[in-house]
């Protein structure tokens, strides 16, 4: 269950989210990495509380990390650009929603767009 937004999913979501809003630009070419630790913590986390149940491969979280795929997409161009934006040009909420100020991306937001779309591209997510 993912308390943040109330239902329940694929442990995919939640590695999208986190790889899409959290890392340094240096490390989004060690995902693969950090997706098979993500995989071992989880598969030993739940043998050692005696969960018996169903257990996702490796293989299948990639492949679930691939179906939901444009999640990684959304988190990119909805989320990120909050998570990333210039404090010091923040537009203000109720212009926004009046359409009487636009959002101004930061140049941090643009320079790791540009390493995320060719990588969006190439997997078929947009």
């Given at each position: 269950m993912d308390y943040q937004f109330g239902y329940w999913t694929s442990p995919a979501v939640d590695l999208h989210y986190f790889l899409h809003s959290s890392l340094s630009p240096d490390l989004l070419?060690?995902?693969?990495?950090?997706?098979?630790?993500?995989?071992k913590s989880?598969?030993?986390t739940l043998s050692a509380?005696?969960?018996r149940g169903l257990q996702p491969t490796l293989t299948e979280l990639q492949r679930?990390?691939?179906?939901?795929?444009p999640y990684a997409v959304f988190m990119c161009c909805a989320i990120l650009p909050v998570?990333?934006?210039d404090r010091?040009?923040?537009?203000?909420?109720?212009k926004l929603m009046k359409n009487e100020?636009?959002?101004?991306?930061?140049?941090?937001?643009?320079?790791?767009?540009?390493?995320?779309?060719?990588?969006?591209?190439?997997?078929?997510?947009l």
């Open positions: 070419d060690k995902h693969h990495i950090l997706v098979q630790e993500y995989h989880l598969t030993e509380l005696g969960y679930q990390l691939q179906i939901r795929g998570i990333l934006a010091n040009n923040l537009p203000d909420a109720m100020e636009v959002i101004h991306l930061s140049e941090g937001y643009k320079d790791i767009m540009k390493k995320f779309l060719p990588i969006f591209e190439e997997e078929g997510w």
